[in-house]
């Protein structure tokens, strides 16, 4: 086994991966890449938008660039990794990789979030046709590919599931591995480069969380609690949808949740209407803990100067780097905490990535909670009108120590 090295729709953006401050302005074009419709509505995210290389960072020597769409290892710059810097318990992950002779190379998964990447505290699929032992479609130390396949100088699709103790990896169309294994159940992605020779680059990288499952009934508000004495009127429509007209006001979910992967859709029947999404809120506590916005404006004709933190965008912490849903138009979001690490998406495309280095508060709008709170669908003033469906939650495994 190899010696590790340490340590949207339409947007684009070249930002820190861990900034704690507003990304700087991106261009208002659109991206190459685009999820369908039917992918966002299935829950399927990108991990890179086609154009840059937000929600990565890179560990060791390594350096990597975008070019035609693709992730490129930067040839003879060294032996490293470019890691997610959001962490991914069970998933499906797609992927497109080139790769030529001289390239040893692979994909990580469950990786801690900080420091080396080693057997042991790592997955890897590696993508090395001449390796004597773990061929391209591999997992190395867990089990061998079923067939060898010749992937050099060619476009491969690969699929990797990751679902408990169960990972499966097709390379073509073809399985080549179905084990089990229970080493690991979270961390983040790489892509690496072993010894910094040859040619590789990614491109296509999507994922789709597994595992979720649904907060809201479609018939009645069982599981959430209205904050009394408030404007705001929640319903469920002849849809089977949550709506909310007026405000202001707090619906809270009864079950508390920490770290998580939350997923649903949303539409705004306004224009420019405000409202948010809550969580690790202080159970009871009005408009408590951390806010994913809803607010589909931005200035003039640039998507990526959001108007009020934009949609997506973590309230009075991070603004939408770019705003991709529009009025009147149903969304998915997909908000991510771990830890204080918290990122969103919508509509399959990556508009925030934060870690919060404030000092531990018991509430997120006075500083840093780890603690579990409830979620909560904001009313925000008398234009309100929004609807939500198919809410939908997994909570993570615990972080490694």
Not at 111 to 123: F, S
Not at 217 to 236: A, F, H, M, Q
Not at 355 to 378: F, H, I, N
């Given at each position: 086994m190899k010696k590790m090295f340490p340590p949207l729709?339409?947007?684009l953006a070249i930002v820190l991966p861990l900034a704690l401050v507003s990304p700087p302005a991106i261009a208002a074009e659109k991206p190459s890449n685009i999820l369908p419709p039917q992918e966002v509505a299935d829950g399927w995210i990108q991990l890179f938008d086609g154009e840059t290389l937000f929600g990565w960072a890179p560990r060791g020597d390594a350096r990597w660039e975008v070019r035609e769409g693709a992730i490129h290892y930067v040839p003879g710059s060294g032996?490293?990794?470019?890691?997610?810097?959001?962490?991914?318990?069970?998933?499906?992950?797609?992927?497109?990789?080139?790769?030529?002779?001289?390239?040893?190379?692979?994909?990580?998964?469950?990786?801690?979030?900080?420091?080396?990447?080693?057997?042991?505290?790592?997955?890897?699929?590696?993508?090395?046709?001449?390796?004597?032992?773990?061929?391209?479609?591999?997992?190395?130390?867990?089990?061998k590919a079923r067939a060898a396949q010749k992937t050099a100088g060619r476009w491969n699709d690969l699929d990797i599931t990751a679902e408990g103790d169960h990972l499966r990896v097709t390379l073509n169309g073809e399985t080549t591995v179905d084990a089990r294994d229970s080493?690991?159940?979270?961390?983040?992605?790489?892509?690496?480069?072993?010894?910094?020779?040859?040619?590789?680059?990614f491109r296509n990288l999507k994922l789709k969380p597994l595992g979720l499952t649904s907060i809201f009934?479609?018939?009645?508000?069982?599981?959430?609690?209205?904050?009394?004495?408030?404007?705001?009127?929640?319903?469920?429509t002849p849809e089977g949808w949550l709506n909310v007209k007026n405000g202001?006001?707090?619906?809270?979910?009864?079950?508390?949740?920490?770290?998580?992967?939350?997923?649903l859709e949303i539409i705004s029947n306004g224009t420019h209407l405000n409202s948010g999404v809550f969580f690790r809120a202080i159970r009871g506590e009005f408009w408590s803990g951390y806010e994913s916005q809803i607010r589909n404006q931005w200035e003039g004709d640039n998507r990526a100067k959001p108007v009020d933190y934009g949609t997506g965008g973590l309230y009075n912490r991070q603004p939408a780097r770019r705003?991709?849903?529009?009025?009147?138009?149903?969304?998915?979001?997909?908000?991510?905490?771990?830890?204080?690490?918290?990122?969103?998406?919508?509509?399959?495309?990556?508009?925030?990535?934060?870690?919060?280095?404030?000092?531990?508060?018991?509430?997120?709008?006075?500083?840093?909670?780890?603690?579990?709170?409830?979620?909560?669908?904001?009313?925000?003033?008398?234009?309100?009108?929004?609807?939500?469906?198919?809410?939908?939650?997994?909570?993570?495994?615990?972080?490694?120590?």
């Open positions: 729709a339409r947007a032996g490293g990794f470019l890691c997610t810097t959001t962490e991914f318990a069970d998933f499906k992950l797609h992927t497109e990789f080139w790769i030529d002779d001289q390239a040893n190379s692979g994909i990580f998964l469950r990786g801690p979030a900080q420091g080396e990447l080693a057997l042991g505290n790592v997955y890897e699929v590696n993508l090395f046709d001449a390796h004597e032992k773990w061929p391209t479609g591999s997992i190395n130390e867990v089990a080493k690991l159940s979270r961390g983040i992605l790489a892509l690496q480069n072993y010894q910094g020779k040859g040619h590789v680059r009934n479609g018939k009645d508000l069982t599981g959430w609690k209205e904050i009394p004495g408030r404007k705001s009127v929640y319903s469920v202001n006001g707090d619906l809270q979910s009864e079950t508390e949740y920490g770290d998580f992967v939350f997923q705003v991709v849903s529009n009025d009147r138009e149903w969304f998915t979001q997909t908000i991510v905490a771990q830890g204080p690490h918290l990122a969103t998406w919508v509509n399959g495309v990556q508009v925030t990535d934060f870690t919060d280095t404030r000092p531990p508060q018991k509430s997120a709008r006075q500083g840093y909670r780890a603690e579990a709170g409830v979620l909560s669908l904001q009313g925000h003033d008398p234009t309100t009108d929004l609807s939500f469906r198919n809410l939908r939650i997994v909570e993570l495994p615990p972080a490694r120590p």
